[in-house]
């Protein structure tokens, strides 16, 4: 009975966790370059909203350099969904003052 348990907890779990991603902070990749990215947990989704969400927080990290994201490049995962492709954008950009 306690396993049952236990396997209705992890699946209701994931299932709440499932529409959620992985948001990691923003990196530096080079002088002046960083980059923002993000990952859905499950195959479900789109990485339209993933982009917007990588394009926020790329704008958030200048605005607090007192500057204003110049995108260098987006990447964006394309279907099929497997375990190894979930959807995921990624943003690389320089902030500048303007």
Same mark, same amino acid.
Do not use: C, M
């Given at each position: 009975m306690a396993a049952a348990a236990r396997t209705v907890a992890v699946l209701g779990l994931s299932w709440t966790l499932g529409g959620c991603a992985? !948001?990691? &902070?923003v990196l530096t990749v080079g002088a002046g370059t960083y980059q923002a990215s993000r990952q859905a947990f499950? %195959?479900?989704? #789109?990485? &339209?909203?993933l982009r917007d969400a990588v394009l926020a927080q790329a704008d958030k990290h200048c605005e607090g350099m007192q500057g204003? +994201?110049?995108?260098?490049?987006?990447?964006?995962?394309? %279907? %099929?969904?497997? +375990? #190894? !492709?979930? +959807?995921?954008? &990624?943003?690389?950009f320089r902030c500048e003052r303007g």
């Open positions: 992985l !948001n990691p &902070a499950f %195959p479900f989704g #789109d990485t &339209a909203s204003k +994201p110049v995108v260098v490049r987006i990447e964006e995962s394309k %279907p %099929p969904w497997l +375990p #190894d !492709n979930f +959807p995921r954008a &990624a943003v690389q």
